[in-house]
C-alpha cells in the first residue's frame, strides 16, 4: 500500500487548485504521484487526478481515494459562519498521513473535534477551499474536470451545490434532482442523505467513475 510522505509543489491552473505528493510504496522506492486536486461528487469530497495527461498514462480513473465520510450519527456537519464546508475525514488506511499534508498544502483545516466510528475516530475539518478551486464532477454522467476544462461545469442556480458538463445533462437529471434540490436550498442535507440511502445508494462506490476519455 502507497503512503503519503511529503507534499512537493501546488499550483493553479484554471482556478483549480493542486497540489504534487511523493509516495512511498513497500518496497521504500519513491513514486511520484500526479497532481491531486480536490473533487466534488453529489455527495462526497474525494481526492482526484486532476491532470487529463495523468489519467491517461498512469491511472485508469481520476478517482484516487474518498477524503469525507458520512457518519451515521451526524452525517453533515454543516458549514461555518463564513460558509465553508467542514467534513469529517477518513485519515487512515490508504489516506494515512495524507491530513498533514494537505493541511499544509492549504486544502483544509483540522479544527480539533474527532468523532468515533467503528474502530476509528475520524477527525473534523474544515474545507478551506472555494467550489472554483476543486475539480467538479458531472451530477449526471459522472465525468470529471480536468485542471484544464474550459469552459469549467456549470452548477445548478438554484442549489449551487450539483455541476453538470452540459446543459442537455442537466435537464435530464433534472427529474431526479427535483426533490434534492428543494432540500439543499433549505439546507436538510440529511433528508438527501436519507433519500439516498433508501435508494440503495452507497456513499463510498466512487471508484467507477467514468473518465472523461472514456464516457
Known amino acids: 500500500m502507497a503512503l503519503p510522505v511529503q507534499a512537493r509543489t501546488e499550483t493553479i491552473e484554471n482556478g483549480?487548485?493542486?497540489?504534487?505528493?511523493?509516495?512511498?510504496?513497500?518496497?521504500?522506492?519513491?513514486?511520484?504521484?500526479?497532481?491531486?486536486a480536490l473533487g466534488r461528487t453529489a455527495d462526497a469530497l474525494v481526492l482526484?487526478?486532476?491532470?487529463?495527461?495523468?489519467?491517461?498514462?498512469r491511472f485508469d480513473e481520476a478517482y484516487l481515494s474518498s477524503l469525507s465520510v458520512l457518519v451515521n450519527q451526524d452525517p453533515y456537519p454543516g458549514f461555518t459562519m463564513s460558509g465553508k464546508q467542514m467534513i469529517w475525514v477518513k485519515d487512515y488506511s490508504e489516506n494515512k498521513g495524507i491530513v498533514p499534508q494537505l493541511e499544509r498544502a492549504g486544502?483544509?483545516?483540522?479544527?480539533?473535534?474527532?468523532?468515533?466510528?467503528?474502530?476509528?475516530?475520524?477527525?473534523?475539518?474544515?474545507v478551506t477551499l472555494d467550489d472554483t478551486e476543486m475539480i467538479q464532477q458531472c451530477a449526471k454522467c459522472g465525468q470529471w474536470e480536468t485542471s484544464d476544462t474550459s469552459p469549467?461545469?456549470?452548477?445548478?442556480?438554484?442549489c449551487k451545490r450539483r455541476y453538470y458538463c452540459s446543459a442537455e445533462h442537466q435537464h435530464e437529471d433534472w427529474s431526479t434532482h427535483r426533490a434534492d434540490c428543494k432540500d439543499l436550498v433549505k439546507m436538510r442535507f440529511a433528508d438527501v442523505e436519507n433519500r439516498r440511502r433508501e435508494a440503495g445508494w452507497n456513499p463510498t462506490n466512487t471508484s467507477k467513475?467514468?473518465?472523461?476519455?472514456?464516457?
Open 16 to 36: 483549480v487548485k493542486t497540489v504534487r505528493l511523493t509516495w512511498t510504496v513497500d518496497t521504500d522506492s519513491g513514486a511520484d504521484r500526479p497532481r491531486i
Open 48 to 57: 482526484v487526478a486532476a491532470d487529463k495527461q495523468d489519467r491517461e498514462e
Open 107 to 126: 486544502f483544509l483545516r483540522l479544527v480539533g473535534s474527532k468523532i468515533k466510528q467503528g474502530l476509528v475516530e475520524l477527525p473534523l475539518a474544515e
Open 152 to 158: 469549467r461545469y456549470k452548477r445548478c442556480s438554484k
Open 209 to 215: 467513475i467514468a473518465d472523461p476519455e472514456e464516457a
